[in-house]
């Protein structure tokens, strides 16, 4: 019988704290927290969704993995980037989940490179395409100008996204294949993709140039600028996770 592909997701850690009606006396306690709208996805493409803490050695978790997502969230510390770090706030991010989190950062740059490394499929999700663009030494826009295009969504999820965010792909990439030559998508992000990293290619913008895919050719990484997760209507972003880690799987065996 084949088994279905394990599809590692990233999340964050924070404070029990911070959840309302927590037991005070275990409020400096930490948790671990996963967006369960990937792991519902992921189920119904045909994976096994696998949480991955900070605690999961990204090698040994790539040598079992057969696809790997890492999510969104917070800012990655521009001082991985070469961006202003005077910006960053001295706030503990175990209590402020918008904080810069330097072991997420170091965690998931990791697990990134790790997975480029050992040819695990790859799918960056909004702050996941940032921290993929960081691990191959690309840089990043620090705060998007407002404009005509909404990239900071006042729309609350799940939503397929304002009319006006449309992101169109360059013919013969990965990303039309995947979602056809334009797509109306959600948008919650502030930062972009400024300069691309090693080995990737923009292949998805809005009519204001934003870049909202990039990838590697003849590579299995695909990072992507919205949430496919909580698309309204089902992203092929999560099929094509599932479909190319069962490649892999399968070619190992």
């Given amino acids: 019988m084949s088994r279905k592909p394990l599809i590692g997701i990233t999340g964050r ?147 397929d996204g304002d009319a006006e965010h449309v992101v169109t792909f360059e013919p013969g990439s990965t990303a039309a294949a995947v979602f056809g030559p334009r797509m109306l998508t959600n948008s919650w992000h502030h930062q972009a993709v400024d300069r691309c990293g090693e080995s990737l290619v923009v292949t998805g913008r809005t009519a204001d140039g934003v870049v909202e895919a990039v990838e590697s050719p003849g590579a299995p990484i695909l990072g992507v600028q919205w949430h496919p997760e909580w698309m309204e209507n089902r992203d092929p972003a999560m099929t094509w996770i599932v479909d190319e880690a069962r490649k892999r799987q399968e070619r190992a065996r």
């Fill in 13 to 159: 850690r924070f404070q029990l704290s911070l959840i309302a009606g927590a037991d005070p006396r275990y409020g400096k306690a930490c948790m671990d927290s996963f967006m369960s709208a990937f792991a519902v996805r992921v189920a119904e493409a045909g994976g096994t969704p696998v949480h991955l803490p900070y605690d999961a050695d990204p090698a040994d978790a790539c040598d079992w993995l057969s696809g790997v997502i890492v999510t969104g969230g917070q800012d990655v510390h521009p001082a991985r980037w070469g961006g202003d770090a005077s910006v960053v706030r001295d706030i503990d991010p175990r209590t402020d989940t918008n904080a810069h989190d330097p072991e997420r950062d170091d965690y998931e740059l990791a697990l990134t490179r790790a997975a480029i490394e050992r040819g695990v499929p790859i799918l960056g999700v909004c702050r996941g395409l940032q921290v993929l663009n960081t691990a191959r030494g690309g840089t990043l826009i620090a705060d998007l100008p407002p404009g005509e295009i909404p990239h900071l969504s006042l729309q609350s999820a799940p939503t």
